[in-house]
């Protein structure tokens, strides 16, 4: 393992990086690289790397540990524990940790220091953007919302209650050395990244540093198994897997083949990935051998050494689940590549929004005050940003405009999962309804019912 994580991490540009696994009842780990490029501290199994949107299933075991206590209600209203969201539409806490509560995509920032408690007081009445239940749009304030909700039951900080409650369980040390993340470029070494951009805000969402080890032990502890094995009765950790997104309209396009209450689904296995400021982690697990696989990396190209990992590993026999990163045309369905002149308009998901622009030559993507980046589109209306595919460069992200299906006008677009509506351009829609009306019936239960650059979010 060693040796294959050297030769992976060189050729993908990744100054260091971490592997475990949980396989037959025991854990092996692997360890490559430097901390820092150039620092000569080797990574040792102790190094903590950041983890980016993988802390959202450590805060979503938080919740269920609530809910198999008697504490919360994985299908009852959250607002009946929180008042900060009065004025905000009624969702469930599985709805907000499987990212269909219809919540904004990102987190407006308030000074440094304001608390969640005043931030959901503030900002609930603008957190929808889509119907409750209806369906998936990648999260950042559901997160925010669902350790807030650790915070009100327990009394303890998010961050003692996670340390406390899951990270000690683990073995987890709290004094790790933590390794920097870095842009990793095809013609010139390495640059770290001084410090993660995540505000202490969000840390329910993305703030964890860990190293691959307590990743894998997680996964572990959610199939019964390894030191967490007590931390979570089975029935509660199958209720967490079970796929939310089935018969939604819109499904997590690009990032998994399903989702769960914390968990994105991979066939039999489930997971999550994480993405940093120069940092990828990813996590799979699998109930059906009790095989558990965690990688973490601390380069910008993090993705690309995941994938070249897993295909050693198929070579060797371990097939670990993934959803396809670099191609399109995965849509429902066959359909045309989308028209440039339908698709170009103004859209918005909360605060964040972007550009589509039609030209001559096709579509341009621009977001914020960034420079317009060309897109590649294919059928089912998907596209992609362009890349070439080397061993030192990024992942392209994936996306797909969706067509209103009584009129066929392209109304929303779905980028890296974040689901935003048109709000300019031809055939622009009026904004549809946050609101669950009266009597509508909640989807079914299973009982019976990256960090990218700022201007894309993180998945």
Same mark, same amino acid.
């Given at each position: 393992?060693r040796e294959?994580?050297?030769?992976l =991490? ?6 260091? !990086?971490?592997l475990?696994?949980?396989?037959d009842? &025991?854990l092996?780990?692997?360890? &490559?690289?430097?901390?820092?490029a150039?620092?000569g501290r080797?990574?040792?199994a102790? $190094?903590?790397?950041p /983890?980016?949107s993988?802390?959202k #299933?450590?805060t979503?075991t938080?919740? !269920?540990?609530l ?18 969201l009065r004025?905000a539409p @009624?969702?469930?806490?599985r709805?907000?940790l ?7 995509a ?5 000074p440094?220091? $304001? $608390? ?5 007081a503030?900002?609930a #009445? @603008?957190?929808?953007v ?9 999260s950042?304030p559901g997160?925010l919302? %669902? ?7 327990t ?6 209650a996670?340390?406390a409650?899951?990270?000690?369980p683990?073995?987890?040390?709290? &004094?790790a050395p933590?390794? #920097?993340?870095?842009l990793v470029r095809?013609?010139?070494p390495p640059?770290p990244?001084?410090e ?5 805000l969000e ?5 964890l540093c ?7 032990l997680?996964g572990? =502890? ?7 094995a007590a /931390?979570?009765?089975?029935g509660t950790?199958r209720a967490?897997r079970?796929?939310?997104t089935?018969?939604l309209?819109?499904g997590?396009f690009g990032l998994?083949?399903?989702w769960?209450?914390?968990w994105?689904?991979y066939?039999?296995w489930f ?5 940093g400021?120069?940092a990828?982690?990813h996590?799979?697990a699998d109930? @059906? ?9 601390n380069?910008s190209?993090g =993705?690309?050494?995941w994938?070249s990992l897993?295909g050693q590993l198929v ?19 066959p359909a045309?590549?989308?028209?440039p002149e339908?698709? =170009?308009?103004?859209?918005?998901n909360?605060?964040?929004s972007?550009r589509i @622009? ?5 579509l341009l993507l621009?977001?914020g005050? %960034?420079?317009p ?5 294919g059928?089912?209306h998907s596209f992609?940003?362009p890349?070439?595919?080397g061993p030192?460069?990024?992942?392209p992200y994936?996306g797909?405009f969706l067509?209103d299906?009584?009129?066929?006008r392209?109304d929303r677009?779905?980028i890296?999962g974040?689901l935003c509506?048109?709000r ?6 009026p !904004?549809?309804?946050?609101?669950t009306?009266?009597?509508?019936p909640a989807?079914?239960?299973?009982a019976g019912?990256r960090?990218p650059?700022r201007s894309? #979010?993180?998945s």
């Amino acid at each position: 393992m060693r040796e294959l994580l050297t030769e992976l =991490a060189l050729r993908h540009g990744v100054p260091g !990086a971490q592997l475990a696994v949980w396989r037959d009842g &025991a854990l092996t780990t692997a360890e &490559a690289g430097e901390q820092e490029a150039g620092s000569g501290r080797p990574v040792t199994a102790g $190094t903590a790397f950041p /983890l980016g949107s993988l802390t959202k #299933p450590f805060t979503a075991t938080l919740a !269920a540990m609530l809910v198999a206590d008697g504490d919360l209600d994985l299908d009852g209203p959250v607002a009946e524990h929180l008042g900060e969201l009065r004025g905000a539409p @009624e969702f469930t806490l599985r709805q907000a940790l499987g990212h269909t509560a219809g919540l904004a995509a990102n987190t407006a920032e308030l000074p440094p220091g $304001t $608390t969640r408690a005043r931030w959901l007081a503030r900002y609930a #009445p @603008e957190l929808g953007v889509h119907r409750p239940g209806t369906v998936f749009s990648y999260s950042n304030p559901g997160y925010l919302i %669902a350790g807030r909700l650790v915070e009100e039951i327990t009394g303890l900080d998010w961050a003692e209650a996670v340390q406390a409650m899951l990270l000690r369980p683990l073995g987890h040390d709290a &004094a790790a050395p933590v390794a #920097p993340g870095h842009l990793v470029r095809p013609d010139a070494p390495p640059r770290p990244i001084a410090e993660q951009s995540v505000p202490p805000l969000e840390d329910p969402a993305a703030g964890l540093c860990l190293p691959a080890a307590g990743l894998a032990l997680l996964g572990a =502890a959610h199939l019964g198994l390894g030191p967490g094995a007590a /931390l979570l009765d089975a029935g509660t950790a199958r209720a967490m897997r079970a796929d939310v997104t089935a018969g939604l309209a819109t499904g997590p396009f690009g990032l998994a083949e399903g989702w769960g209450a914390g968990w994105s689904r991979y066939g039999t296995w489930f997971g999550h990935d994480g993405t940093g400021d120069g940092a990828w982690s990813h996590l799979r697990a699998d109930p @059906e051998t009790g095989t558990v696989v965690a990688l973490t990396a601390n380069g910008s190209t993090g =993705a690309r050494l995941w994938e070249s990992l897993l295909g050693q590993l198929v070579d060797a026999g371990l097939d670990v689940g993934d959803h396809p990163r670099d191609a399109t045309g995965d849509g429902p369905g066959p359909a045309p590549a989308p028209d440039p002149e339908r698709c =170009a308009g103004h859209y918005a998901n909360g605060d964040w929004s972007c550009r589509i @622009e039609a030209d001559g030559d096709g579509l341009l993507l621009a977001v914020g005050g %960034a420079a317009p980046v060309r897109l590649l589109t294919g059928p089912g209306h998907s596209f992609r940003t362009p890349s070439d595919g080397g061993p030192r460069t990024a992942l392209p992200y994936l996306g797909r405009f969706l067509p209103d299906p009584a009129t066929g006008r392209i109304d929303r677009v779905q980028i890296t999962g974040r689901l935003c509506v048109r709000r300019s351009g031809p055939g622009a829609p009026p !904004a549809p309804p946050l609101r669950t009306p009266p009597g509508t019936p909640a989807p079914p239960g299973p009982a019976g019912g990256r960090c990218p650059p700022r201007s894309v #979010p993180a998945s």
